[in-house]
């Protein structure tokens, strides 16, 4: 069964950082792409990054650009996102998501149950 | 705003058919497939339709998604109680270099 479980969220002060942290297991976790994606307080869903299954490659959504960070550790089964200069509209629960493929056409398919991050002072 | 457009709300009773629509462009959901998520109350979303017609093992044939253009549809038949949630389609977007959701809609079953 994929699992996949979110951790690091919490209350910070604007400007700050946080470093999320997800573990997965119940797949081949260095075959698959994995994303993080954010949906602020009674708001839709928001794609923030995408890194390769080797950590080679990694796209971001332009509003955290130069801010965060998507990273992973194969060996640990890990996913992160290191997220710096935090801003008030960064508030919103972290979905840890894999990735996967089919035919060339990409979805997410499998959702952590999400961290809370809060950015106020 | 959301680049992809969705209508906020939906509604239907038991038993009756409901469609969700998912509005784009040529650079979304004209030149990709669309996916669809769930997301009932409290919960992590889920995925209920993707390649725009493919279901995942264990989501109902009362579910269906279809694609035209621009433009992508969600099918919920024979309408349930436990339908009620908010519904979110998903596209990548080649202009944006990023992946793009609906606002979202929420379906109430009366």
């Known amino acids: 069964e994929v699992q996949l479980g979110e951790s690091g969220g919490g209350l910070v002060q604007p400007g700050g950082s946080l470093r999320l942290s997800c573990a997965a297991s119940g797949f081949t976790f260095d075959n698959y792409w994995m994303s993080w994606v954010r949906q602020a307080p009674g708001k839709g869903l928001e794609w923030v990054a995408n890194i390769m299954p080797d950590g080679s490659e990694k796209y971001y959504v332009d509003s955290v650009k130069g801010r965060f960070t998507i990273s992973r550790d194969n060996a640990k089964n890990s996913l992160y996102l290191q997220m710096n200069r935090l801003r008030a509209e960064d508030t919103a629960v972290y979905y840890c998501v894999r990735y996967d493929f089919w035919g060339g056409n990409y979805y997410f398919d499998y959702w952590g149950q999400g961290t809370l991050v809060s950015v106020h002072s | 705003q959301s680049v992809l457009t969705q209508p906020p709300s939906a509604s239907g009773t038991p038993g009756q058919r409901v469609t969700i629509s998912c509005s784009g462009s040529s650079s979304n959901i004209g030149s990709y497939s669309v996916n669809w998520y769930q997301q009932l109350p409290g919960t992590a979303p889920k995925l209920l339709i993707y390649?725009?017609?493919q279901r995942p093992s264990g989501v109902p044939d009362r579910f269906s998604g279809s694609k035209s253009g621009t433009s992508a549809s969600l099918a919920i038949s024979g309408l349930q109680s436990e339908d009620e949630a908010d519904y979110y389609c998903?596209?990548?977007?080649?202009?944006?270099?990023?992946?793009?959701f609906g606002g979202g809609t929420k379906l109430t079953v009366l």
């Open positions: 998903a596209a990548w977007d080649d202009s944006l270099i990023a992946w793009v």
């Open positions: 390649i725009n017609n």
